[in-house]
């Protein structure tokens, strides 16, 4: 798997998260259509994954015209429905691994927020043309008492082929939400603690937050997004 591009992969994993409308093999989608979810439950990961996909599959169906030509407005759908659920402040941590001790009060939320925003300026274009049939949510049993939790899916790709996507999440006092998203074995923490250690290595962390800053800019403008790491084409 190319090591090229790590905005596939956080791309895929959140059109994934929050398109997940297939319980089995049906659209859930399809099946509650009438019955859209006002907010997302985050009492359960199955809960997650079902609402946060109703919402989001009903928002782009009514507005896909506006969203094509108009990409940017979904990060802001994106930040509504999804991203409070997705645990960015956990996942950095890991992802800056040891040099996460060694970082300043100010590293820390400057890089947080730098990563926070890399994820929303690059889910957008892959969104917008997804739809409930490429997603299919596998059993995926929780305990009643557990903690952390593994929610299996599959995404298919435009050649029919299935990837799978599994989901790591944590309960939180907010309740639950995702932190981790392994693809074909290969998890985006790790992947992105693997890119980002050795860049920090070399550069130092400041160097890494700036550049992350500055793509975030770019891509505000229109420009190129982020890249580096490892993913999943569709």
Not at 192 to 218: C, H, P, T, Y
Request: glycine share 6%; hydrophobic share 40%; aromatic share 6%.
């Amino acid at each position: 798997m190319s090591s090229r591009v790590v905005t596939r992969i956080l791309s895929t994993a959140v059109a994934a998260l929050v398109l997940n409308a297939a319980l089995i093999a049906t659209p859930v989608y399809a099946q509650t259509k009438s019955v859209v979810p006002k907010s997302v439950d985050a009492s359960d990961p199955g809960k997650l994954i079902d609402s946060a996909a109703n919402i989001m599959i009903s928002e782009l169906d009514a507005r896909r015209a506006e969203f094509r030509k108009d990409p940017s407005k979904v990060s802001a759908l994106v930040e509504r429905v999804l991203l409070p659920y997705f645990d960015v402040e956990h996942a950095a941590r890991l992802v800056l691994g040891r040099h996460w001790r060694t970082a300043t009060p100010e590293q820390r939320k400057r890089f947080i927020d730098a990563f926070y925003g890399s994820l929303l300026s690059n889910y957008g274009d892959a969104l917008i043309e997804f739809t409930g049939d490429r997603i299919k949510v596998l059993p995926s049993p929780v305990a009643p008492d557990a903690t952390t939790a593994t929610v299996r899916t599959e995404v298919k790709r435009s050649n029919g082929q299935k990837i799978p996507v599994n989901y790591t999440l944590r309960k939180t006092d907010t309740g639950w939400k995702a932190w981790d998203v392994v693809i074909e074995g290969i998890s985006y923490v790790k992947s992105f603690r693997e890119d980002f250690g050795s860049e920090i290595d070399q550069k130092g962390l400041d160097a890494v937050i700036a550049r992350l800053e500055a793509q975030n800019r770019a891509a505000q403008n229109g420009g190129p997004k982020a890249s580096g790491g490892r993913g999943v084409p569709l």
